[in-house]
């Protein structure tokens, strides 16, 4: 414990340190503590108390009711709990499309547009990134244009002669109508007869709605530019070294990619899909500006439907328990991301083939940097080309070492 | 570009070309077809990212029939400048506007300052409890934003705030992560500069405000560009914390636009038009940082 004795040491010109931190501090102590922690604790309440929006909520007769809101809300039977499972329903299909989609698309745009030797990168960049820095509101605006019944993409879609449905006005489930293909109407009675949360089985695998479904387009359009940047990042941090070794002992680009890039990148990806994850389950601004939770409900998230349910209905406590609820699905699936995604301790079998990889890089690095001379070239600056063709020693090493 | 292209490889191949091709297991044509392939895709991908906003600028000149029966075409048949007309000069809009650039600049200046105050005593200050509220932090951090919503509503309700700039401003100066981001920036530069002014006499505060701050540029740019943005681009917080016309912001005056307020039909050249408009101050933000934004994450490896 050196602290105390530097601490006092110093304390010439360290004198008063104690009270400036805390002063230093303090503004944003108090202000998370007035707008994050004690508006929590609040609702926290409202969710176990009847308050019906008038007055304070802890007047004299706001009475506290126990689990009165969560059961009405996980097992009520009424509408509330046929609300809520929907708009589970519909935010579970918006997170599995969304997730993974935005993940795989922002990858393969910072793998494009990372290349050294690419031209106009600035360009590409700056266009991917665009959509991300608009605001929801505006994004939306457009995309009900886009994707009206006489909109651009139904448009498009005519030249090749498919005609659009009319997105944000059509209910149907997109799983329901690709069953419909084969004449498959009507589920089997094991799917129709059970229900969880107010909806059927058959329903829960409808699908995300043909609304919902341009919702996930957009999640798509705004958000990967900004995932793309991380990925980038990432990328730009690898040392091109050990890409070069396993060039040089004959993997293709693909096997590379696949096999040395991307298990470097796994901080980066776990990054990726926890934001992506938290994000997606708090669907508001689109739904608030767009639809409103219509066509037939299937646009309703549990964001909205919280919003809604307090502001709209006062059936605040339901509202708060909705909020709580949500909170504890996401951590919930955050957590549940982190225990899939951990390091684990690799079998020795497994392990033999990424260990020769392993081996053959660190061997490689000193003939790799031999070969190419300078090392990894010069990652960051913007003279693409820079006069050279920095392709060509990439085959012909390839070539050279079989 | 071209000149590179063609002379590393000329097509059709020559009898000769084809000798040395067999010597060379035809690399380079792959290579260039490679590479064709990467920037059809790249174009491709460019167009689809672009093509909605400029889809956007131009609806926003047409009018509302041609907007409805030619919704592709980038030059309106009839230039029409209707939508900006209504939107000055009949409607809320310049209200809508000059309340969110209100809002935008308090908050970002207020961000600043107290995020660079709270980041810079957690990095450097020796004090009790420092690691209790860096902890958290962390942990308040985590808390989504949408549960937020109805506990923000109560808060400002209660202390009574609600409906005024106060209630639209102030919960909005909440940042952790920008604490965050000041903490880690202060963490990395040498503290030997603060410790010289010290030996000379210096407060703390003097110290922060004259010295610490200044060398602190890189990340208060960043702390300004996300609490311009976010703050900009904030919905919900203005939902739950005014009704009064007066004070609607532009997110929620377009949304409410949206949703059909103040007109018959569908108006997309309006509604548009009023979505361009509160794009651009994030887009001027946007393109005069843009280095920054774009080189934030590859500055470590800069030569």
């Known amino acids: 414990m050196s602290k105390p004795a530097r601490t006092s040491r110093r304390s010439g010109i360290r004198g008063g340190e104690a009270a400036s931190g805390w002063l230093f501090t303090a503004p944003m102590i108090i202000l998370l503590g007035m707008f994050l922690v004690i508006p929590v604790l609040m609702a926290l309440w409202v969710s176990f108390s009847d308050w019906g929006g008038r007055g304070s909520p802890f007047g004299g007769n706001v009475k506290f009711v126990g689990f009165d809101n969560y059961s009405t809300l996980l097992s009520g039977g009424g509408l509330a709990e046929q609300d809520f499972g929907t708009a589970l329903r519909n935010n579970a299909w918006y997170v599995v499309l969304v997730v993974p989609i935005q993940t795989a698309l922002s990858l393969l745009l910072a793998v494009l547009v990372n290349r050294q030797i690419l031209r106009g990168r600035g360009f590409f960049r700056t266009s991917f990134y665009f959509p991300s820095v608009t605001s929801s509101v505006a994004i939306t605006v457009l995309w009900l244009f886009l994707f ?116 470097q990148l796994r901080p980066t990806l776990f990054t990726v899909l926890t934001l992506g994850l938290i994000g997606s389950w708090q669907v508001f601004d689109q739904i608030y500006t767009g639809t409103k939770g219509a066509p037939g409900k299937t646009t309703l998230t549990p964001a909205f439907l919280s919003y809604q349910s307090a502001f709209n209905n006062q059936e605040w406590g339901q509202g708060a328990a909705i909020a709580f609820i949500l909170f504890v699905i996401i951590v919930f699936f955050t957590l549940f991301q982190r225990w899939v995604l951990r390091e684990r301790s690799v079998s020795n079998r497994r392990m033999r083939p990424y260990l020769s990889v392993a081996n053959g890089a660190t061997a490689n690095v000193v003939a790799a940097s031999a070969l190419t001379g300078a090392g990894s070239g010069s990652p960051g600056t913007d003279s693409p080309g820079s006069g050279s063709d920095p392709d060509s020693h990439a085959p012909d090493t390839t070539g050279g070492t079989r | 570009m071209t000149a590179t292209v063609s002379t590393k490889t000329p097509t059709p191949p020559s009898p000769s070309r084809r000798l040395r091709s067999l010597s060379r297991p035809q690399l380079p044509t792959r290579a260039v077809a490679g590479r064709s392939l990467m920037y059809a895709i790249l174009t491709v991908l460019a167009i689809i990212y672009i093509a909605p906003f400029l889809v956007q600028v131009a609806t926003s000149f047409k009018t509302d029939v041609e907007a409805a029966s030619n919704p592709i075409s980038l030059i309106p048949q009839t230039w029409s400048t209707a939508a900006y007309e209504k939107l000055f000069l009949n409607s809320d809009f310049p209200v809508w506007f000059k309340n969110s650039a209100i809002v935008t600049i308090f908050v970002t200046l207020g961000r600043v300052f107290f995020n660079s105050l709270a980041g810079y005593a957690l990095a450097r200050l020796q004090f009790r409890g420092r690691t209790v509220i860096f902890a958290g932090l962390i942990a308040v951090m985590s808390v989504p934003g949408v549960v937020l919503l109805i506990p923000k509503f109560l808060v400002i309700n209660q202390i009574g705030i609600y409906d005024t700039y106060v209630g639209m401003i102030v919960p909005l100066l909440t940042d952790a992560a920008g604490v965050f981001i000041m903490k880690n920036f202060f963490e990395s530069i040498p ?40 703050s900009w681009n904030e919905l919900s917080h203005f939902i739950v914390a005014t009704q009064s016309p007066e004070l609607t912001t532009l997110t929620k005056g377009v949304a409410s636009l949206a949703s059909g307020e103040l007109s018959q039909g569908t108006q997309y050249p309006l509604k548009l038009a009023a979505a361009a408009i509160m794009t651009i101050p994030v887009a001027v933000m946007f393109f005069i940082f843009q280095k920054r934004i774009m080189n934030t994450t590859d500055g470590a490896v800069k030569e």
Do not use: C
């Open chain 2, 191 to 230: 503290a030997s500069v603060e410790e010289q002014a010290r030996i000379d006499g210096a407060g703390t505060f003097r110290v922060f405000w004259s010295i610490v701050l200044p060398m602190a540029r890189p990340a208060l740019i960043t702390i300004v560009i996300l609490s311009f943005q976010g």
């Open chain 1, 148 to 263: 009206s019944s006489t909109g651009a993409v139904n448009k498009l879609l005519s030249f090749i002669g498919i005609t659009g449905p009319n997105w944000f006005n059509d209910p149907s489930g997109i799983l329901h109508n690709f069953l419909q293909l084969f004449g498959v109407t009507q589920g089997p009675a094991a799917l129709t007869d059970g229900s969880f949360l107010g909806v059927s089985w058959w329903d829960w695998l409808a699908g995300p709605s043909v609304a919902m479904t341009a919702f996930i387009l957009m999640a798509v359009f705004t958000t990967s530019g900004t995932f793309m940047l991380l990925f980038i990042a990432a990328l730009q941090n690898l040392s091109g070294e050990v890409t070069e070794a396993a060039m040089m002992d004959g993997a293709n680009g693909w096997q590379r990619f696949w096999k040395v890039t991307l298990p």
